[in-house]
Nanobody
């Protein structure tokens, strides 16, 4: 498995920004950010295909959040702008081979098998 370590969480006011980082022990085909709020299941919010940077976002964060990776593909970022209170939650970095065979799908939660410890984001 890939070892993942997140950093950059914290508190922000509504309308503010935060940037999350995730250091990976090695490169994976897919990387993603998941978010979990109390009482709900962890959901994927942004994914990236490491080889070409192709990214997909869920509707609730599209246009406000940006997922990216460094050239080596070992560091993942999530730039979060225009934060809203509903963005509050635990954010997890994930890595994996993707779901499916010939062209793995990076946006399926089934495609991830390594997780970071999570970092808390609180927006008020």
């Amino acid at each position: 498995d890939v070892q993942l370590v997140e950093s950059g969480g914290g508190s922000a006011q509504a309308g503010g920004s935060l940037r999350l980082s995730c250091e990976a022990s090695r490169q994976s085909y897919c990387m993603a950010w998941f978010r979990q709020v109390p009482g709900k299941e962890r959901e994927v919010i942004a994914t990236i295909r490491v080889i070409d940077g192709y990214a997909i976002y869920v509707d609730s964060v599209r246009g406000r959040f940006t997922i990216s990776r460094d050239n080596a593909g070992n560091t993942l970022y999530l730039q979060m702008d225009s934060l809203q209170p509903e963005d509050t939650g635990m954010y997890y970095c994930a890595a994996g081979p993707g779901h499916g065979g010939y062209t793995p799908d990076c946006h399926s939660a089934l495609g991830y098998n390594s997780w970071g410890q999570g970092t808390q984001v609180t927006v008020s």
